[in-house]
């Protein structure tokens, strides 16, 4: 016990001696936090609308006041014909107009929206958001109510999905490249021959990446609840129960990984393909998985952040008990264990 200790805390001095690499593991969670809790937002905010209307009735009038009075549009111009508002879009000097009817309040419809659709899916939440506000301006329109995420804040979508792709990241991309770094330097060897066993040796080297995951994963939900404003709904303890699985999945994906490199380039290129590109496009970090084709939605179901994301968002912003990611929790497990079963003995055939 006391050599598997040793190792444990020489392991750990080779972290915390590189600076790079500490860099990496704490700066990279504050950096991509900030930058997609402020920076990349899907947020609606000040949308250049144009109103197109050509009788003002009291309707119409409490729909474009509350338009203007909302956070998300401002009014940038009133005018008479559609295709005046069409010119002011096409000179990019508005994102919205909306269309009046001369008979809007005593139908209670007849409304159009032209919007710049060089982006699709902020002109369909432009849309979206407009239509909203204005049939609240007369109750009697429609009654919406918006659960879990009342503001409508991105950063209730992203950060359960920051805490998936750099707890996969470091945990498998840092236990790869930690372990053929000792294959390059010629020490695995000595490691080996060693009276501790090899899989110890292993388990050793990934306690400390084991620690430093639980502190990211403390460092990302505290800075979502307290810089991002991102409530923690559910309870603690299975956000970190469920964590722990997911970790070790990653842990054991990086011991697969380092099977099969022969170098920390190849590690970190292997990394890259098999892990980022993945998360980002196909785990519903970004994108939903429901509207991809069938195809990648039939590739993203063998991606395990995308079945740890849906639990974090289930049990973080929507307060469910674990009894309501137990598909997830399954899934996560199953993938765990086959893929520390292949890992280790992987690993146990190169050795001999």
Not at 278 to 305: D, K
Not at 310 to 323: C, D, E, P, S, T
């Amino acid at each position: 016990m006391k050599q598997f200790i040793s190792f444990i805390i020489k392991e750990s001095k080779h972290i915390v001696r590189d600076k790079r690499t500490m860099l990496i593991l704490f700066g990279m969670p504050i950096v991509l936090m900030l930058i997609f809790g402020f920076a990349i937002t899907t947020d609606v905010r000040n949308v250049r609308t144009v109103v197109v209307t050509s009788s003002l009735d009291h309707l119409t009038q409490r729909a474009v006041e509350r338009l203007a009075a909302s956070e998300y549009f401002t009014i940038t111009a009133s005018v008479a014909t559609p295709q005046d508002a069409e010119r002011l879009i096409r000179g990019q000097k508005a994102d919205l107009a909306i269309v009046f009817s001369p008979d809007f309040a005593s139908k209670r419809q007849g409304m159009q929206f032209i919007v710049d659709g060089a982006d699709p899916n902020m002109a369909q939440q432009w849309t979206n958001y407009a239509t909203a506000v204005i049939a609240n301006a007369d109750a009697s329109l429609v009654n919406s109510k918006m659960l879990y995420n009342p503001q409508m804040r991105s950063a209730y979508n992203f950060v359960p999905a920051i805490m998936g792709m750099l707890l996969m990241l470091v945990c498998a991309m840092m236990t790869s490249i930690s372990i053929v770094r000792e294959k390059e330097k010629g020490t695995m060897e000595v490691l080996l021959v060693s009276p501790v066993k090899p899989l110890m040796i292993i388990v050793a080297k990934a306690i400390p990446y084991l620690v430093l995951a639980f502190a990211i994963l403390t460092t990302i939900l505290l800075m979502g609840r307290y810089v991002l404003g991102v409530p923690l709904q559910g309870s603690i303890v299975w956000i970190y129960v469920v964590s722990t699985i997911y970790i070790l999945l990653a842990l054991s994906l990086g011991l697969l990984i380092s099977n099969i490199a022969t170098s920390q380039l190849m590690a970190l290129l292997l990394s890259a393909m098999v892990l980022l590109v993945p998360i980002v496009m196909l785990s519903g970090m970004l994108f939903p998985v429901e509207s991809m084709p069938p195809v990648l939605q039939w590739i993203s179901a063998i991606v395990p952040p995308r079945y740890y994301i849906q639990a974090m968002r289930k049990l973080m912003i929507m307060g469910v008990g674990i009894g309501e990611v137990l598909r997830e929790v399954v899934i996560l497990t199953a993938m765990t264990v086959l893929l520390l079963a292949v890992s280790l003995l992987k690993f146990k055939t190169r050795l001999e």
